[in-house]
């Protein structure tokens, strides 16, 4: 943000001012940053729904207005082998909420034997003295933190049903419309639990995050099917994974860890899907204009992943007034657990881009410069199965243990 960061600026200013004036300065933080204009003009209006109008925060529901179009195709032809395979694998591996999970474990958020998150999941260390937590609290603000981090994860959900519905419905292969319809259960059912999950044990529910509001509402308005699949099935389901993969492997109660392991090993098939769809459309029916395009978005929504999910609404709930925002950030952005969380997502998201064909010489540049190409050396989804990622997880949690 250059060597003046108006954030630190606004500290001497009335709480109900800055409460205003702060998510505005950020927004003017990340318009400055964006590297090809052009490529986020497309998301003006949603940035001004999520960030100006915070839409996201109001008590009633949302209207989103979709202009994608449906491909019908009466020949029914199998056209994709590797499509058609997810498919018969989604049916095998289908789950009833209600019975694989023990939902009458008791869950305790404030229990230290059964943490939700380990203390230095995001330790408060450097708070200044004056703000130090005592035990107990710090065991509230785990459960505040926990439960964020699962209501972002329940309202992704929502857009994921939604998107994975629209999908099915646009893409021109039938075998990607037969896998597409076990996915608008899988996301059904990703709903049912995470929402289950917070109303019932951790009795919390935060209201969706700005930047996720403004990336949901981007993608619901976009006629164009594959910019909803790159945004939802790669960018946002990669996200998603990270996180998952993270908390799964961190947290010590046992039915948030069976929940999550039932969830990743659905995503799994879900980022597979996606990239076996874009590597197809993005090879045979895109001009390099378009291509490019699609190239410079990918990495200004990585950024914007990156950057921009600091937990502010646990901001506002125990620092606002006593901690500046920027203050804030910087504690989000060294806290271990949110580190290990975006390393987590870019091992997953980098060789993706890199499989579908939105990593070329032209913007490796860019990701080397954010730090970010670094991963691009990974297995992408096609070479990881839900079982092979849990795995993955479960022997790197042996090594930290
Ligand atoms: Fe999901
Ligand atoms: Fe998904």
Redesign the pocket.
């Known amino acids: 943000m250059g060597m003046l960061n108006p954030l630190s600026l606004t500290r001497h200013l009335p709480l109900n001012v800055r409460r205003r004036l702060e998510p505005l300065l950020e927004l003017v933080g990340v318009l400055r940053s964006v590297r090809s204009p052009g490529a986020m003009t497309a998301m003006l209006p949603s940035i001004g729904r999520g960030f100006v109008l915070r839409q996201g925060r109001q008590a009633g529901p949302t209207r989103m207005v979709s202009g994608h179009s449906a491909h019908f195709d009466w020949t029914y032809r199998h056209d994709f082998p590797e499509m058609r395979d997810l498919y018969r694998r989604a049916k095998q591996n289908q789950w009833d909420a209600e019975v694989a999970l023990s939902w009458d474990t008791d869950v305790d958020p404030l229990n230290p034997e059964v943490p939700l998150l380990p203390r230095d999941f995001f330790p408060l260390d450097d708070l200044p003295a004056r703000l130090t937590l005592t035990v107990e609290e710090e065991r509230r603000f785990g459960h505040s933190v926990t439960a964020w981090m699962l209501s972002q994860f329940l309202h992704g959900?929502q857009g994921?049903l939604f998107a994975?519905a629209q999908v099915t419905e646009s893409v021109p292969w039938l075998d990607g419309k037969l896998y597409g319809s076990t996915?608008v259960v899988?996301?059904g059912r990703?709903v049912e639990v995470f929402h289950r999950y917070l109303e019932q044990k951790l009795n919390k529910l935060y209201t969706v995050n700005d930047n996720l509001f403004t990336i949901i509402d981007a993608l619901m308005n976009d006629p164009r099917w594959d910019m909803k699949f790159l945004g939802m099935?790669i960018m946002i389901?990669g996200l998603?994974l990270g996180a998952f993969g993270t908390l799964y492997r961190m947290t010590r109660e046992p039915l948030l860890r069976d929940l999550l392991r039932y969830v990743i090993q659905?995503?799994a098939r879900?980022v597979h899907y996606g990239v076996l769809a874009l590597r197809q459309h993005i090879s045979t029916a895109l001009t390099e204009r378009e291509r490019r395009e699609r190239e410079d978005w990918a990495f200004e929504i990585a950024l914007l992943m990156r950057n921009r999910f600091m937990a502010h609404e646990v901001y506002e709930e125990w620092f606002e007034g006593t901690l500046s925002r920027a203050q804030w950030n910087d504690l989000v952005l060294a806290a271990p657990g949110l580190q290990e969380f975006r390393n987590v997502m870019f091992a997953r998201l980098m060789p993706n881009l890199r499989y579908i064909g939105l990593l070329s010489d032209r913007i490796k540049g860019r990701y080397e410069e954010a730090g970010l190409l670094r991963y691009a050396a990974g297995a992408d989804a096609t070479r990881l199965s839900g079982n092979q990622l849990i795995h993955e997880l479960d022997t790197q949690a042996g090594q930290v243990a």
């Open positions: 959900e994921a994975a996915q899988d996301e990703h099935q389901e998603a659905d995503e879900h």
